[in-house]
């Protein structure tokens, strides 16, 4: 490729649909689309695809993005998660051009049913749900009419309004749009439109009782708002048939929907019926657990928006369903959070080693600059405090090394990060022959930066200053599930519930961390974010993702 030469980004599906519409001046050149989720749980990783390609491209080609709540169902949907689907939309980096509600469309959507009721088009079904199940039929062989198919069309207004005055027990009528029982696709099989739910909505109140189902409340909503671009799963294809029928015979605004493959990821469920149960039997702690692939809960894990928006785009858009490796969405976290991430020093051990200095002087405290973050100068440094007695971690020493061992033995020398060389001297046991102290001597002309030693070592370990050690509680988070594509998986998908997805450790950190704004790279160790459970009494950390994926092999060691 010549200089002169640029690349060329081929485009996905979807932008070679919106840019052939706006050349051919569809929709007066308008760009519109929506983000549409129902408020009955949390958003997750897989809504996150959703969000930045629906806002993506809505920005790309300088349109506009509504965000809908499709609230037509009272008993699962929430103010709670309402406001929870907002704050996750606002944290990736998106705002929307007007915020709707399916509920603000009822009295339309109404008067749409009855306008296909005389038309013919739609009527009211006394039968049973089994009974219209029944009626249905399979792939293979055609439905059954219904036996109120054929009602009147004054009998159908009049049924529909008295289901509307609340006459009717909740599963006695329906509203069934008249198309085709025989048709090869089982949604265009005299489909529902309205079921009776005599319960409170969240924004309506007791208005309603009858409600519409996703399929009528849809399209026509999309049509109302006029949405040039109608974005779903793949899931929705046998759908699009209805979508296109409705909005052909209320004759309105002609939206379209176009498909897209979901966002699947290993090791998780992209699932809120099965996350609310793990929720619900206390498999975690919360719809914001940080094992939880929710916005919530990754953001509360310490992953970052510009990662999420990285790694949706990087994936692009697909038209066939796949399984994305997980550690391809680590990678992009990594990669953000190397670049802004305070280095610090925290000792992950709860009964870490006492090193005794011997020739640096009693009573005397150095404090040493040591950078934030190498990746950006323009972080500056802290002062790390260094003293005759400090910590190190268990896993840094061993009394009888193997060869290729860099860190602290008998005779060895290492590097403390930041700080000296040292050399452990003597060993220190107690009774029962464990080790309390390690008793070594520094090289003065070895400090960090100022090196005139001349010694060459090849281990260098962190640590901590024994006398301003913060005590920490940290949370090593793993994989929540043990296997890789749950949709495999035979039984029960909590059966396969990773044991050790949570590990807590109490560690010592440098005084500088309960300063210093997260998020966190703990020297050698990964990276991490602060918790909303702690305090000013207490700091809690979270594991964000380890410095590289250690997964595969640590599964290979079991």
């Known amino acids: 490729m010549t200089e002169e030469s640029k690349e060329v980004k081929s485009l ?3 932008e070679e649909i919106i840019e052939t519409d706006l050349r051919e001046g569809k929709n007066g050149g308008r760009v519109l689309t929506r983000f549409p989720p129902e408020p009955n749980g949390y958003l997750h990783l897989g809504h996150a695809k959703s969000i930045c390609l629906n806002f993506g491209l809505a920005k790309q080609y300088n349109g506009q993005t509504n965000l809908r709540f499709d609230d037509t169902n009272p008993v699962t949907e929430e103010t709670e998660y309402v406001d929870s689907i907002k704050a996750d939309i606002n944290w990736l980096g998106f705002q929307w051009a007007s915020e709707r509600y399916a509920s603000d469309y009822f009295p339309q959507l109404f008067q749409f049913a009855k306008k296909l009721i005389q038309a013919g088009l739609a009527y009211v079904d006394d039968s049973s749900a089994e009974e219209i199940a029944a009626q249905k039929g399979t792939p293979t062989e055609p439905g059954t009419e219904s036996p109120y198919r054929n009602r009147s069309v004054e ?8 289901m509307k005055a609340g006459e009717f027990p909740d599963g006695s009528r329906v509203l069934r749009a008249k198309v085709d029982m025989a048709s090869p696709n089982m949604h265009m099989r005299d489909p529902l439109l309205y079921r009776i739910k005599h319960a409170h909505h969240h924004r309506t109140g007791d208005e309603w009782c009858i409600y519409p189902m996703y399929d009528f409340a849809h399209g026509q909503s ?7 671009h109608s974005i779903c799963t793949l899931e929705f294809i046998p ?15 002609p939206s379209h929907q176009y498909e897209f493959a979901r966002l699947n990821l290993t090791y998780t469920v992209m699932s809120k019926r099965k996350l609310l149960k793990l929720v619900n039997e206390g498999h975690v702690s919360g719809w914001d657990d940080p094992r939880m692939p929710t916005l919530s809960g990754v953001r509360r894990r310490g992953y970052t928006p510009e990662a999420i928006r990285d790694f949706c785009e990087r994936i692009g858009v697909a038209k066939r369903d796949n399984l994305i490796d997980i550690g391809y969405l680590e990678f992009f976290v990594r990669e953000h959070l190397n670049k802004i991430a305070a280095r610090v020093m925290v000792v992950l051990d709860p009964d870490p080693i006492k090193v005794v200095i011997t020739n640096y002087p009693e009573g005397q405290t150095e404090s040493l600059s040591i ?5 950006n100068p323009e972080d500056g440094s802290r002062l790390v405090p260094f003293s005759r007695e400090i910590l190190v971690e268990r896993d840094d020493f061993m009394e009888n090394p ?3 061992f860099f860190r602290l033995a008998p005779g060895n020398l290492v590097r403390l990060k930041g700080a000296y060389i040292i050399r452990c001297d003597e060993v220190v046991k107690d009774a029962d022959g464990k080790v309390t102290e390690l008793r070594c001597s520094y090289v003065p002309e070895s400090k960090s930066g100022e090196d005139t030693s001349g010694l060459k070592v090849q281990g260098t370990i962190h640590w901590v200053n024994a006398a301003d050690a913060v005590p920490v509680e940290v949370r090593l988070y793993d994989r929540l599930f043990k296997v890789e594509d749950l ?15 949570l590990s807590v450790v109490q560690a010592f950190a440098e005084p500088a961390v309960a300063s210093i704004k997260g998020p966190y790279q703990f020297l050698r160790k990964g990276y991490f974010s602060l918790d909303t459970d702690s305090t000013d009494q207490k700091l809690v950390f979270n594991r964000t993702v380890g410095l590289k994926d250690s997964w595969a092999k640590d599964q290979k060691k079991k």
């Open 222 to 228: 999309d049509s109302i708002e006029e949405i040039t």
């Open 402 to 404: 193997p060869k290729k």
């Open 371 to 375: 950078e934030n973050n190498p990746e």
């Open 12 to 14: 996905n599906f979807l």
């Open 487 to 501: 949709s495999e998986a035979e039984g029960d998908f909590q059966d396969y519930l990773n044991p050790d997805s």
């Open 239 to 253: 759908h699009r048939p209805l979508y296109d029928w409705l909005i052909e015979k209320l004759e309105i605004f």
């Open 155 to 162: 009998e159908n207004l009049d049924l529909f309004e008295r």
